[in-house]
């Protein structure tokens, strides 16, 4: 699974090297391709093509005729989708519209999220943790209903 957190750039071709870490996941896990899409807080999400055929089944049974929130979320899930592979030296081309979907410009942090990565630009990130870290605790707590 992947974990961690690591800070990277986009080459001038719009290219991301994956952290070696996270590379080897992909590599022993699963395959060297994947599914990268929006994300949601306005990251790009990248999946392994298992686990985005998981969820591909699971936004199956979201109710699409009659839950506008439904479509919205699948349209624009799928709609910014695309299949993503490696070069040998373990770089991804982003595609410009993920990179200006998530502000991504230069600095890139990569996040392991268990079953998937996201990408996220530097700004967006610490303003984020910023955020969310203040409420790290509260969010844990309401969190433990779950079985967490």
């Known amino acids: 699974m992947f974990y961690g957190q690591y800070d990277h750039s986009l080459d001038r071709k719009g290219r991301i090297i994956i952290p070696s870490k996270l590379r080897q996941v992909l590599i022993e896990s699963f395959s060297e391709k994947f599914m990268a899409t929006r994300g949601l807080e306005q990251c790009v999400f990248l999946f392994p093509i298992e686990q985005w055929r998981n969820l591909e089944e699971k936004t199956k049974t979201l ?5 506008s929130h439904a479509r919205a979320f699948t349209r624009l899930l799928f709609s910014g989708a695309i299949e993503c592979s490696m070069d040998k030296q373990g770089r991804i081309l982003l595609p410009q519209n993920l990179r200006e979907y998530a502000g991504i410009k230069k600095d890139v942090v990569i996040t392991g999220v268990s079953d998937h990565m996201e990408l996220w630009s530097r700004e967006k990130w610490t303003k984020y943790l910023e955020k969310e870290g ?15």
């Not at 109710?63 to 839950?67: S, V």
């Not at 203040?134 to 967490?148: S, V």
């Open 63 to 67: 109710p699409f005729m009659t839950g």
């Open 134 to 148: 203040r409420t790290f605790e509260e969010t844990a707590e309401k969190l433990m209903d779950f079985g967490i």
